[in-house]
């Protein structure tokens, strides 16, 4: 009975062909039948590609948008190598992977942008967003929703990103510090939204997080690996613009203003199908990614 | 600056003794400084003890009270040894950790009981939960809270227990098959709180849950091991009462209706300690785990 659990998903997920006449009955049968009008190009400048030990691969997508400081630190740390030969260094169980100069030494390329806690949230004054709301309760925050590409959790003074798994933050020192962008993390389990507006979010993980979120746990106080633990090498850091044409990963995500994003929203929000028998008539923001696929 | 991230949260961690004179900061110095009346022993009949390939230790709470018929056939199965020779068949990123009998093949002890659908919650009915609320917003429920020792979602007629990250639950074919509880998964991600009265959630794991949620990830359709990769074994699941005493695991939870607990929840929703600058002034039932310990 080990197939069980997912037969109904198994059988979703492989059938969108034979129900394409009929409206998709599944998020995965409307992201599989989403027409090429429903996605739009990931800028090749916005993709950071990671390569770690063994070559595994980890591509973000980076969020100028909404932290326009702490990314462009981020493309310049990147244009100088800067991570190359450093490592990830803390995994705590679901909570981060944290990785950087574990010397705390490497010295830091010219012209980054200094950074301040005003970097943790977009105000909304004088701005017209253009929001895909997500019409249900938020603990953390009065309203959320989608604005180009990426959940947003809003109140009435400014729009933030969340801390959902696989999103991306600027490690930082105590406050007013609010980081460079040279230690990063990734979130590998219960959306830490706690840490809302307490740190910068930068982007997303949208390929290859597997490689992050099944490594050893450290052993070390908040999962910092110890002395008597493997920190795993970063090889590379390099932006996608910076890659031979031939080894540049190409991505799209759904646009969260088109038809498809909007179904597959309610669908999310009310699964009905072979396998479910009860839809629980809404869904968290962190439960609802935006759908990211690589280019056809 | 590799341990910049959490300076402050180390700090805390380690500075309970010294600020015992003042009231708690953070959830982690309540839980330090919870009085030996705030926890409560776990019964050793409702600890389900799993050991996989290299020893290692997975323990697993039951909730006897949410899910009983499956609860009573999970204690049938580690009695009869079912699962030793079984395996880890399936982990599929930010979802589930899944083990069986692969082989669909293993027979049944005697006397398991029947379950239906209608074990996936409790009705409330000509009963009084004790309950302490959670008073914040949740996406899938219109109140949450926890009872017993366990976190809760409620509507007008029925409580039942969520899908939170290390929470157990039992594989099913189409409804209304309800699974025996042969068949378990522990989830390893995001909430999957659609699954919530789909699916029989059993317990929660309270120890080794790095054991699971670091395996590597499966390469076949949701998950699953692909027959070139490695179903993990696994050697052994008891019932802690079933143990030698000498290996017999002991853990307390934090009582639900304690002045402790009551800290804890706030402060789990308001982060106010050197490293937050903004409490979030609310926190998802997922994020807010009842406190477990193993027995002083």
């Not at 967003?129 to 400014?158: C, R």
Request: hydrophobic share 45%.
């Amino acid at each position: 009975m080990t197939h069980r659990f997912c037969a109904a998903l198994l059988a979703v997920l492989t059938a969108a062909p034979a129900i394409a006449a009929d409206p998709p009955a599944t998020p995965a049968a409307v992201v599989a039948q989403a027409p090429a009008a429903a996605w739009r190009a990931i800028p090749a400048d916005a993709l950071l590609v990671m390569t770690i030990e063994g070559g595994k691969r980890v591509v973000i997508q980076l969020a100028p948008a909404f932290s326009p400081r702490h990314v462009a630190n981020i493309q310049a740390l990147a244009r100088a190598h800067w991570w190359d030969g450093t490592s990830i260094n803390r995994v705590q169980d679901n909570y981060v992977v944290q990785w950087g100069d574990a010397t705390e030494k490497k010295s830091m390329p010219p012209g980054l942008t200094a950074t301040s806690p005003l970097d943790y949230a977009v105000p909304l004054a004088n701005r017209r967003l253009q929001v895909t709301p997500l019409p249900y309760a938020d603990p953390y925050a009065p309203t959320t929703g989608y604005v180009g590409g990426w959940p947003v959790a809003m109140d009435g003074t400014s729009a933030w990103l969340p801390h959902c798994y696989g999103y991306v933050g600027v490690g930082r020192n105590l406050s007013p510090d609010a980081g460079t962008g040279a230690e990063l993390y990734a979130v590998i389990g219960q959306a830490p939204r706690q840490l809302d507006r307490n740190i910068a979010v930068v982007g997303r993980v949208i390929d290859g997080m597997a490689n992050l979120s099944s490594l050893p746990r450290g052993s070390g106080e908040l999962g910092f690996y110890t002395a008597q633990e493997h920190q795993v090498p970063i090889l590379s850091i390099r932006l996608a613009s910076d890659l031979p044409d031939a080894e540049r990963p190409r991505f799209q995500e759904m646009d969260v203003a088109s038809r498809s994003f909007a179904d597959y929203l309610r669908l999310r929000a009310n699964r009905k199908d072979d396998f479910y028998d009860r839809p629980a008539g809404g869904v968290d923001l962190c439960n609802a990614p935006v759908p990211v696929r690589a280019a056809p």
